[in-house]
């Protein structure tokens, strides 16, 4: 592996790493190129994140990405979750989830107990519009409310002789 360049980005505490990989048959996996990487630059193998690799189709070539953290606080503040864990072995992935699922029912429990009583479920939408207009319709006296009746059973027996004539 030769390395072509390095660049510092303190605000980050990290070194951004180009480097060229010479090999025959498949592309190097990710967890190799890393473990190549620690050897040359004599640091830790879980500080070093592989952004990309990228093959020169017909030549045994790639060029790679790297980033280098200076800790593993500062790395886990500026990648997400799944650029570190990308390209782990089956075995280490299968570890980190079941950590994760051991942890995650910890920090719900924690959750819960912050958050208030759940509300009841909000109205649908129609139920909200009667309402509103209910509301919004002047309050109706009795004489009126009469009338009302009879009308409606005025149409009902309209409807009624015109279901008996067909």
Not at 142 to 164: G, H, L, P
């Amino acid at each position: 592996m030769q390395i072509v360049e390095k660049k510092e980005y303190p605000l980050l505490s990290r070194t951004e790493i180009i480097a060229k990989e010479s090999y025959t048959g498949a592309t190097p996996s990710r967890d190799t190129i890393r473990r190549i990487l620690a050897e040359k630059l004599n640091a830790k193998n879980e500080l070093i994140v592989i952004k990309h690799i990228y093959p020169e189709f017909g030549s045994g070539n790639a060029k790679i990405i790297a980033y280098l953290y200076s800790n593993k606080k500062d790395m886990e503040i500026v990648e997400p979750e799944y650029a570190f864990n990308k390209g782990l072995p089956k075995e280490k992935k299968e570890e980190l989830k079941a950590e994760q699922e051991k942890e995650k029912p910890v920090e719900q429990e924690k959750q819960d107990k912050g958050k208030p009583e759940e509300k009841k479920p909000k109205q649908d939408k129609e139920e909200r519009k009667e309402e509103l207009s209910e509301q919004k319709k002047p309050k109706q006296n009795e004489e009126t409310k009469e009338i009302e009746k009879e009308e409606t059973k005025a149409e009902q027996k309209q409807q009624e002789n015109k279901d008996t004539k067909e």
